[in-house]
Antibody
Framework: QVQLVQSGAEVKKPGASVKVSCKAS????????IHWVRQAPGQGLEWMGW????????KYSQKFQGRVTLTRDTSAGTAYMELSSLRSEDTAVYYC??????????WGQGTLVTVSS | DIQMTQSPSSLSASVGDRVTITCQAS??????LNWYQQKPGKAPKLLIY???NLETGVPSRFSGRGSGTDFTFTISSLQPEDFATYYC??????????FGGGTKVEVK
């Protein structure tokens, strides 16, 4: 069965960077794109971007362009999201999610990133 | 950029009620519209894809319709496990995703 397992919670200081991993299993990793979606406490869902695990193509939300970097390691079957210049407003649960031609069936469990001085 | 306006932002309903949520796109999006359910502390769950297609395993009391700019999501008879937050989500030709603001369905 398809599984996406994310790395654990992080606490970071303002201005720092965070890198969250998403290990995929149960399917051919390089066939699909991985989206990253975040959710601030009590707020809605916000799309950050995607990376195609096969050809390394990426697309970023304009809001995060220049501050987020999506990468993947095909040998490890793992996708990564790195967010830099963190501020308090970046405190959120970050989800990875496997694309299925525009919709998402399979999600990671979420990773809480807390930005606090 | 296309904006997705979802309404209402919250509603109160009772078990057995018919519940309808709307999602309006700022421009024509054809049928590139999906619906999710999210419960506290959990990842979203896909219910409807491409405006009206029921995801495998999802109960038939959930339905969606619409095309162009106006979409509706309906729960025909609300069940206790349906109290949750619902999101619409658009995808474009580049697979960029845009979510609506969400609708929290609460107990009346």
């Amino acid at each position: 069965q398809v599984q996406l397992v994310q790395s654990g919670a992080e606490v970071k200081k303002p201005g720092a960077s965070v890198k969250v991993s998403c290990k995929a299993s149960g399917y051919t990793f390089t066939t699909y794109a991985i989206h990253w979606v975040r959710q601030a406490p009590g707020q809605g869902l916000e799309w950050m971007g995607w990376i195609h695990a096969g050809d390394d193509d990426t697309k970023y939300s304009q809001k995060f362009q220049g501050r987020v970097t999506l990468t993947r390691d095909t040998s490890a079957g793992t996708a990564y999201m790195e967010l830099s210049s963190l501020r308090s407003e970046d405190t959120a649960v970050y989800y990875c999610a496997r694309d299925s031609s525009g919709y998402v069936v399979h999600w990671g469990q979420g990773t809480l990133v807390t930005v606090s001085s | 950029d296309i904006q997705m306006t979802q309404s209402p932002s919250s509603l109160s309903a009772s078990v057995g009620d018919r519940v309808t949520i709307t999602c309006q796109a700022s421009q024509d999006i054809s049928n590139y519209l999906n619906w999710y359910q999210q419960k506290p502390g959990k990842a979203p769950k896909l219910l409807i894809y491409d405006a009206s297609n029921l995801e495998t395993g999802v109960p038939s009391r959930f339905s969606g319709r619409g095309s162009g700019t106006d979409f509706t999501f309906t729960i025909s008879s609300l069940q206790p496990e349906d109290f949750a937050t619902y999101y619409c989500q658009h995808y474009d030709n580049f697979l960029a995703l845009t979510f609506g603001g969400g609708t929290k369905v609460e107990v009346k």
